[in-house]
């Protein structure tokens, strides 16, 4: 098809040819154009990503810092007042009912000064709304003293026996990480509680610089997810914060949080903005001293598709740029085109078979000239189908006619003799059901059909040798095989009974029990194959010779010999043509295989391909 285009429309052409080299220069340069548009807009869109996920980073990395200032200045806090720092000594190394009666005992040597470390946590996390809970727990007591918004503070043996919390206590930790599971089972919490970030600070005694215990604040997450909102905005990334062993204490995506993040030994390495460089924005931010990383990462992939309607927009303008330069230069020969489309029609039409057509075209310039010239050899065209063409037509039709009028007296006195010879032989016992199989067998000759399926002449087939196998009892059987899409090919009425009959006069033997025939039909492509095979006496070979030599040539009306074989030979090479016929093959003594073959008919248009 495109072939043909190229060879009408543009290679034969000259306007064509112009139009084709205009229309490629402005849509090569329009093209150009939007691509590069296209191109700078999605870079400007990736650094503005970029730019907002850095931006985030940094707010998310400040907050956190922050965090860990406040929980280490807690401690620091401590160590400037030095009356808190001996009742938070004391605390760590008593029972807490010792640090009561201590604290009473300081209150009245000092005449009245009250120092509380209790109040001094419950205001921190009091000051404080990101704290989830606070823990300050006793190295030398086991104990555990759980702070916790808007409740009374509570002390947690955690001695006991089957805790791992004073082993988990005492395992040099990140100072950045996720809640500890011990610690989180004592606290009621589930194990896989997320939202959390443990900060660790130790607390040691000021004056002998031993460790005493240590501060752990649980800050909630929650602030960190405002920031990522309010900052990043509609950011398409994610942001993570990954401690040094890789567990994402927060990922705004809310996937891998409190997990450890599968890619995290890459996205901690010194290459990782290398390795992701080619499909994703990558930027991390790393606290040394806290040992936590911030990641942000946002697939170049995902942005582009979240700006997709920018891609769509100009792939929109692109296109009604090139219409219009185009069209506008096009319309110049609006009416040439109709004129050449028109005639083309007339042509298709003609070509689809609708002879009649004609092209109403008065102007005598050469387009004029052109359909005038086509009418006078459609009319010619027409005047030469109906003289010559149809008049063959209507022969082959009238010799159809004629052989089917020989054939079907033919069949019928053969058929009424197999009923005689059986009423003589054995009396009337089975001629009921000879009868019913004649009865229903002259229905369907008789039957007048524009066209019969190759399912409808084997089962008249089918109905005649049930007569011959009742007549000849157990010396006499049949096969019929109709294969995949041949039984609803179209074809003609008795094109296989005068083939049954040929091997039932001639080619069956009486004396034998074992006589049979068989029919199978198959489709192969666009022809249909139909074969009658016996084993009978067979055909000798120069009979054979004469058959295929003289009988089964077309036009050829020899008197005797196989009348059968040759009208049906006759009748597929009027209707099909060269692509229709029948062959014969034979070994004297051994049998007889008669091959038919014929085209499908395609559509309703009695065309056969």
């Not at 059901?433 to 089918?462: G, W």
Request: aromatic residues 10%; hydrophobic residues 40%.
């Amino acid at each position: 098809m495109f072939a043909r285009f190229y060879r009408n429309r543009i290679r034969n052409s000259l306007f064509g040819r112009w139009i084709l080299l205009f229309s490629a220069i402005a849509v090569l340069s329009i093209v150009t154009l939007a691509y590069g548009a296209h191109w700078y807009l999605s870079q400007s869109l990736l650094e503005k990503e970029l730019d907002s996920q850095k931006k985030t980073m940094d707010a998310v990395n400040d907050y956190v810092t922050r965090k860990y200032e406040a929980a280490h200045n807690m401690v620091e806090n401590i160590y400037r007042n030095q009356t808190l720092s001996e009742h938070s000594s004391f605390l760590l190394q008593h029972s807490f009912d010792a640090y009561i009666q201590h604290k009473l005992d300081r209150y009245f040597e000092f005449s009245g000064e009250a120092v509380n470390v209790i109040s001094y946590f419950d205001n921190a996390i009091d000051d404080d709304p990101s704290i989830g809970h606070l823990l300050l727990y006793s190295a030398e007591m086991q104990y555990m003293y759980v702070f916790k918004q808007n409740g009374p503070f509570k002390l947690v043996e955690t001695g006991a026996g089957g805790s791992y919390i004073p082993d988990a206590m005492a395992l040099d930790s990140l100072p950045v990480d996720q809640p500890n599971p011990w610690l989180l089972k004592a606290l009621q919490l589930s194990p896989r509680e997320k939202g959390l970030v443990s900060m660790r600070v130790p607390i040691n005694d000021k004056n002998t610089y031993k460790n005493i215990g240590q501060l752990v604040v649980l800050y909630q997450t929650d602030a960190i997810k405002q920031i990522v909102r309010r900052v990043g905005g509609d950011m398409k990334g994610t942001i993570l914060v990954l401690s040094a062993d890789g567990y994402a204490l927060f990922d705004s995506s809310g996937t891998y949080t409190g997990m450890r993040h599968p890619e995290a030994d890459v996205l901690q390495s010194l290459d990782a903005e290398e390795r992701f460089k080619e499909d994703t924005l990558f930027t991390k931010l790393t606290n040394s001293h806290a040992g936590y990383t911030v990641v942000g990462m946002s697939s170049k992939a995902e942005v582009a598709k979240a700006h997709r309607g920018l891609s769509i927009t100009i792939l929109l303008i692109t296109v009604l740029s090139v219409l219009i330069v185009v069209t506008i230069p096009s319309a110049m020969v609006v009416n040439y085109a109709k004129r050449t489309g028109k005639i083309i029609r007339f042509m298709r039409k003609v070509e689809s078979g609708e002879l009649s057509a004609r092209i109403a075209d008065d102007k005598d310039d050469e387009l004029g000239q052109i359909s005038r010239s086509f009418n006078e050899m459609l009319d010619e065209l027409t005047l030469y189908i109906d003289r010559v063409y149809k008049a063959e037509i209507r022969e082959k039709k009238t010799e159809l006619a004629a052989l089917q009028a020989r054939v079907n007296p033919h069949f019928l006195y053969n058929t009424l003799e197999v009923i005689r010879m059986r009423a003589l032989s054995q009396g009337a016992e089975d001629a009921a059901e000879m009868i019913y199989s004649l009865s229903a067998l002259f229905r369907n000759i008789v039957r007048d059909k524009p066209s019969y399926s190759v399912k409808e002449e084997v089962e008249m087939c089918r109905l005649y040798l049930e007569l011959f196998r009742i007549r000849y009892k157990d010396k006499f059987s049949y096969r019929i095989d109709v294969g995949a899409g041949a039984g609803s090919a179209e074809t003609m009425k008795l094109i296989l009974q005068p083939i049954i009959e040929n091997y039932i006069v001639h080619g069956m033997r009486k004396d034998r029990d074992d006589n049979e025939i068989v029919i199978t039909a198959e489709r192969k492509g666009s022809m249909v194959h139909i074969q009658v095979r016996d084993n009978g006496n067979g055909i000798a070979p120069r009979k054979l010779e004469e058959l295929r030599a003289v009988q089964l040539q077309p036009g050829e009306r020899t008197e005797g010999g196989s009348f059968g074989m040759r009208s049906v030979h006759e009748r597929l090479r009027l209707v099909y043509g060269e692509a229709g016929g029948l062959t014969v093959s034979s070994r004297e003594g051994d049998g007889t295989i008669v091959s038919l073959h014929f085209p499908v008919k395609k559509g309703d248009q009695g065309i056969y391909v």
